[in-house]
């Protein structure tokens, strides 16, 4: 079969129940939920074999400056066709101008490098059922009048406007907050997913605050399968393992396009991804 034969169309609800199949066929632990959260978050487009869904890629923008490319996948019978190239040309369309960033599978690599993406970094995902922490004496769960504050602390860590999908997990998850002098001074997030729930993003100016975050939310999901993507550079990896949480893979963290300028060193930053999806 040529690849002249798969129409690419707009992701639409509709097409989320063989979306989770085919993140089921990939291994995957998405859930119906998992993918309505990142389309509302996103635009995309399926490849359809006739009416069949054999392929998936979505684009979430952050801002004018970036975007990040995710769920790609395609059916593993229809690999090898050119499939995941013209999802990727169609991505990077929608990307208009952006800086682009995705987390590459082993498979996946090869296409991303062949596309102009560099590595930046390793990310590494735990998840287990954590032990007995102790978690930090100023953390709590944030309320709304925190939201604008997680937002800009978000904005400075990750350098992306990434509003949108702060707001929507206070909406749809648990956002809690650390305070110095009754300043929001980082936060993390806790939502359900896939099998159990995820730790992220957690952002702070420390390793210990994001100790203490982590610790909280890890306090709050007691029996829980929890899964935290942290970056290898992050220096979590010890401690996460130590709490119960096994280091189980990852990915590699890609960009392309943006400004070569160093950006100058931030005050707080990312101990821990929203997901490998999202960032």
């Not at 004496?137 to 009048?145: L, P, R, S």
Request: glycine content about 12%; proline content about 4%; aromatic content about 6%.
């Amino acid at each position: 079969m040529q690849t002249d034969e798969i129409t690419l169309v707009g992701f639409a609800p509709e097409h989320l129940d063989s979306a989770v199949a085919l993140s089921s066929q990939a291994g995957w632990p998405h859930r119906r939920e998992d993918w309505a959260m990142m389309l509302a978050l996103s635009t995309g487009i399926v490849a359809l074999e006739g009416e069949r869904v054999v392929g998936t890629t979505l684009v979430t923008r952050y801002g004018d400056a970036a975007a990040t490319i995710n769920m790609v996948i395609v059916d593993a019978a229809m690999r090898g066709r050119g499939i995941g190239r013209k999802l990727m040309d169609f991505a990077l369309q929608q990307s208009e101008g952006r800086e682009c960033r995705l987390m590459a599978t082993r498979e996946g690599l090869p296409l991303y490098e062949k596309l102009g993406f560099r590595a930046t970094g390793q990310i590494v995902q735990h998840q287990g059922m954590p032990g007995e922490a102790l978690a930090g004496k100023d953390v709590e769960w944030a309320t709304a009048d925190d939201v604008a504050a997680l937002v800009e602390l978000d904005r400075s860590a990750c350098g992306m406007d990434r509003g949108g999908l702060i707001r929507l997990l206070f909406e749809q998850a648990r956002l809690a907050v650390l305070r110095q002098g009754g300043k929001p001074v980082g936060f993390a997030a806790l939502r359900t997913f896939g099998r159990g729930k995820v730790a992220g993003p957690v952002v702070a100016e420390t390793t210990d605050d994001a100790r203490s975050l982590l610790s909280f939310l890890f306090e709050a999901s007691p029996g829980a399968l929890v899964r935290v993507d942290t970056l290898e550079s992050s220096g979590l990896s010890p401690w996460l393992a130590a709490q119960g949480l096994a280091s189980v893979g990852g990915g590699v963290a890609m960009r392309r396009g943006g400004s070569s300028a160093a950006r100058p060193v931030p005050r707080v930053q990312t101990f821990a991804l929203a997901s490998q999806a999202l960032g």
